[in-house]
């Protein structure tokens, strides 16, 4: 595919004139990362945004121990490090490619001078700020209101919904990476997958595949009306 393709495959851009697309194709820079390599680090200045064409990126925070926490992870056709760029504002977290990543960088004074062009992609950018807004919202009330069952039930509830509701789930993380998005340690969330597994609420097949058994009983357990 052409850049231009890829532009016109992206959410955010869909919709928007093919003029709109041809001026992004100016301004776009097109990047390989490998595995392991730093994106962009937590205080770095946010001087553009990142759409993932490829692979995978996950954003995280490091305490002063040293501790990793997960935040997200972001894969083909989403966008990652736009908040602070619209905010004039710093990086809060690291960007990593967790495997080799194509990804394309907006530059931001560029991208805001399309946008003055363009009011229908200030709507799309508003739409995708909200969203991302809510996921956060969500991420900060399972880690710090619900027990760790709860917040993999939701996790994988959540899985499922942006699967087109399926029941079979494929996990294209790591367990260890999982464990540290839910706020965990590998070996409790074996555990729990384990005793979920007893419980008939889900079946593993495999190190990284899931199927959902029991949908109203992980809801329960998300929502706190059941304990593990």
Do not use: W
Not at 13 to 31: A, R, S
Not at 76 to 102: D, K, N, Q, T, W
């Amino acid at each position: 595919m052409d850049i231009i393709d890829h532009i016109a495959a992206i959410p955010l851009f869909q919709g928007l004139l093919k003029e709109y697309h041809e001026d992004l194709t100016t301004i776009v820079v097109d990047q390989i990362f490998r595995r392991g390599q730093i994106i962009f680090s937590d205080g770095d200045e946010g001087n553009g945004f990142y759409v993932v064409i490829s692979g995978r990126v996950k954003i995280f925070k490091v305490s002063p121990e040293g501790k990793e926490q997960i935040l997200h992870f972001f894969g083909p056709g989403e966008l990652f490090g736009e908040v602070p760029v619209f905010a004039g504002e710093h990086f809060p977290a690291h960007a990593e490619s967790i495997e080799e990543s194509r990804i394309f960088f907006f530059p931001r004074d560029a991208f805001i001078d399309i946008i003055r062009e363009n009011p229908s992609l200030s709507l799309s950018m508003l739409a995708v700020l909200s969203r991302r807004l809510r996921t956060f919202t969500m991420l900060i009330e399972d880690i710090s209101l619900k027990e760790v069952p709860g917040r993999l039930s939701a996790y994988l509830i959540y899985l499922s919904e942006h699967k087109d509701g399926t029941d079979d789930l494929i996990l294209d993380i790591s367990k260890g990476q999982l464990a540290s998005l839910l706020g965990t340690i590998p070996e409790t969330l074996s555990r729990i997958l384990s005793r979920m597994a007893r419980e008939k609420l889900i079946c593993l097949d495999g190190p990284r595949c899931i199927q959902i058994l029991d949908r109203n009983g992980l809801l329960e357990l998300a929502s706190g009306e059941r304990r593990l």
